[in-house]
């Protein structure tokens, strides 16, 4: 029998014993764009720690972002057959692309 419940934003769905909610592409852009409510937390007396912490804690996530498409693209090109696994692994870089390399470092 289907169930009757409502949703984040006031509106009832119907579903079959599903326990997700049903929500349309609006409702989802308006959720996504929400602004937090209240204040930004502190964590240190000093503005400048705090900002070095928020820099600190972007970096953080972006990094974890970047490791985790890095990891996605090697797993496809390994599944597609295009890369073997341990091929990355096991790259050393010629002359030319180690100068490469160390010119982007540089810059």
Do not use: H, W
């Not at 503005?47 to 996605?72: F, G, W």
């Not at 090697?74 to 490469?100: F, H, S, T």
Request: hydrophobic share 40%; glycine share 6%.
């Amino acid at each position: 029998m289907p169930m009757v419940r409502g949703d984040p934003i006031g509106e009832q769905t119907m579903d079959n014993d599903d326990s997700r909610v049903g929500l349309t592409p609006a409702q989802i852009s308006q959720l996504a764009n929400a602004k937090p409510k209240g204040k930004r937390p502190q964590y240190f007396s000093d503005p400048m720690a705090e900002q070095s912490y928020s820099i600190c804690m972007a970096l953080m996530a972006e990094l974890a972002s970047a490791r985790e498409r890095i990891d996605t693209l090697e797993r496809l090109l390994i599944d597609k057959g295009i890369m073997l696994d341990d091929e990355v692994n096991d790259y050393v870089p010629d002359a030319m692309a180690g100068q490469a390399l160390k010119q982007a470092q540089v810059e």
